[in-house]
């Protein structure tokens, strides 16, 4: 990301199979990413304390559980990292997090992994669904059982409009629906978004759902 050239020497399957290499950004710009600690709300993720966090208990006032899982903070370096990837469209940035990613949905494999869509709109000017490419990036198989309709990008809303936003998502037609499903989103911000797709889903008879994102 600081655009510094990486040297490293071809291995042999590379050389041998015509894999293209993978791009990777230098450990100094890796460091920059806050990994969660174990000091984190057990519903959210979010960091500092390991009591449940205001923004859970809102949720559960409301009858909502959170069972959210994320890897890394989202400080100014990951804020610099989704505003190269996602909007300046720089599509092989989707592997920079392929390892911590493999590990952490290792723990899941159980589940089916559905990631959050976009809006029709929002795919045609990015081209690209954030969150698959991440996915794609570490390997991880995953199923599109949803679809989003457009809607005012949550990116451009503050925190009482993104906490007011109206469902818009739907299933798609002839999908068949596990007992098991973690959906996987880009940023959790306010938890809104995660909660819309998850509601969707249990109204169709989904029993267990987990949510999890790169960033929180």
Same mark, same amino acid.
């Given at each position: ?9 071809? &291995?042999?399957?590379?050389?041998? $199979? ?7 950004? !230098?450990s ?8 969660? &600690? ?5 519903? !959210? ?7 449940i ?15 959210? @899982?994320?890897?890394?903070?989202? /400080? ?16 092989l ?15 899941f ?12 709109e ?6 690209? /669904?954030?969150?698959? %490419?991440? $996915? ?21 809303? /503050? ?9 818009? @998502?739907?299933?798609?037609?002839d999908?068949h ?13 306010? %938890?809104? &978004? ?6 969707? $889903? ?8 987990? &949510? ?5």
């Amino acid at each position: 990301m600081c655009s510094s050239q990486l040297k490293e020497r071809l &291995t042999f399957s590379q050389f041998f $199979l015509l894999k293209p290499e993978k791009p990777r950004i !230098c450990s100094s710009c890796f460091e920059n990413f806050e990994q969660i &600690t174990d000091q984190h709300c057990p519903g !959210c993720c979010r960091k500092g304390s390991a009591e449940i966090c205001s923004d859970c208990q809102s949720w559960s006032r409301e009858g909502y559980q959170v069972q959210h @899982f994320s890897c890394f903070t989202y /400080n100014q370096a990951m804020k610099d990292y989704f505003s190269q990837y996602k909007f300046q469209g720089d599509y092989l940035l989707r592997f920079v997090f392929r390892e911590t990613v493999r590990e952490k949905m290792r723990a899941f494999k159980d589940y089916l992994a559905v990631p959050v869509p976009v809006s029709p709109e929002k795919f045609r000017h990015r081209g690209f /669904n954030q969150v698959e %490419g991440i $996915l794609d990036g570490a390997g991880i198989a995953y199923k599109n059982i949803l679809e989003k309709r457009d809607t005012v990008a949550q990116s451009s809303k /503050n925190r009482e409009e993104r906490l007011q936003t109206q469902q818009c @998502f739907s299933i798609k037609e002839d999908q068949h629906l596990p007992e098991k499903i973690i959906l996987i989103d880009d940023i959790y911000t306010t %938890g809104k &978004t995660l909660q819309l797709a998850k509601q969707i $889903l249990l109204e169709a008879g989904v029993k267990e759902i987990l &949510t999890f994102s790169i960033a929180r």
